[in-house]
């Protein structure tokens, strides 16, 4: 059973364009975190947000975690081809030495 | 700094063969973890250790073991292996366990058992 659930399942945009990407739970979580992964690599963390309503940027990069702490959002401002890769959000869950990450979001960036 | 490291890159078992996959880092760092990465699946966590001699299960324990003898290393062990163990394996450390704290996680071991 998948406690996060990410949607789209894979994206594939042209340079330029802004997307958003989502992570879903009936969970709450103390707070979750955002991965990219690039093939044959091991997960890179991006962000990590643990106050409901947080909104965090990274440069063209805005994350926000939702009032209720059950989910949280990605969203990517005219997007580059060296962002492509998988975006894998993550929670703690009820046991902060056990985290929970959903199954991606494959986003490829066309020049 | 080296990291995370992890040993061997790829590797090939057949039905039932043994074997230890390898995880070290060099931070210091307490908590240490195995993931397991399947397509569509994300990572599920195996096993993990909040510092030496001390261990715990995940998500997905039943089949491997784990063992922390020292702070820099965290050896994860196939008893017998099962073609359901193909994936790719990921070794993880942060300083402390916790929300906040930063996981760095190693380069992965690509296992196929036959």
């Known amino acids: 059973t998948q406690l996060l659930e990410q949607s789209p399942q894979f994206l594939s945009i042209q340079e330029g364009e802004n997307l958003t990407v989502y992570c879903n739970s009936s969970s709450v979580f103390s707070s979750l975190q955002w991965y990219r992964q690039e093939p044959g690599e091991g997960p890179v963390l991006l962000v990590t947000v643990v106050t409901g309503g947080e909104v965090k940027k990274l440069k063209r990069l805005t994350f926000q975690f939702g009032d209720a702490r059950k989910d949280s959002s990605l969203h990517i401002t005219a997007a580059q081809p060296g962002d492509t890769g998988l975006y894998l959000c993550?929670?703690?869950?009820?046991?902060?030495?056990?985290?929970?990450f959903g199954s991606g979001t494959k986003l490829n960036v066309k020049p | 700094n080296a990291g995370v490291t992890q040993t061997p890159k790829f590797q090939v078992l057949k039905t039932g063969q043994s074997m230890t996959l390898q995880c070290a880092q060099d931070m210091n760092h307490e908590y240490m973890s195995w993931y397991r990465q399947d397509p569509g699946m994300g990572l599920r966590l195996i096993h993990y250790s909040v510092g030496a001699g001390i261990t715990d299960q995940g998500e997905v324990p039943n089949g491997y073991n784990v063992s922390r003898s020292t702070t820099e290393d965290f050896p994860l062990r196939l008893l017998s292996a099962a073609p359901s163990q193909t994936s790719v394996y990921f070794c993880?450390?942060?300083?402390?366990?916790?929300?906040?704290?930063?996981?760095?996680f190693g380069p992965g071991t690509r296992l196929t058992v036959l």
């Open positions: 993880a450390s942060s300083l402390l366990a916790g929300p906040t704290d930063t996981q760095y």
């Open positions: 993550a929670g703690d869950g009820d046991n902060f030495n056990k985290f929970y």
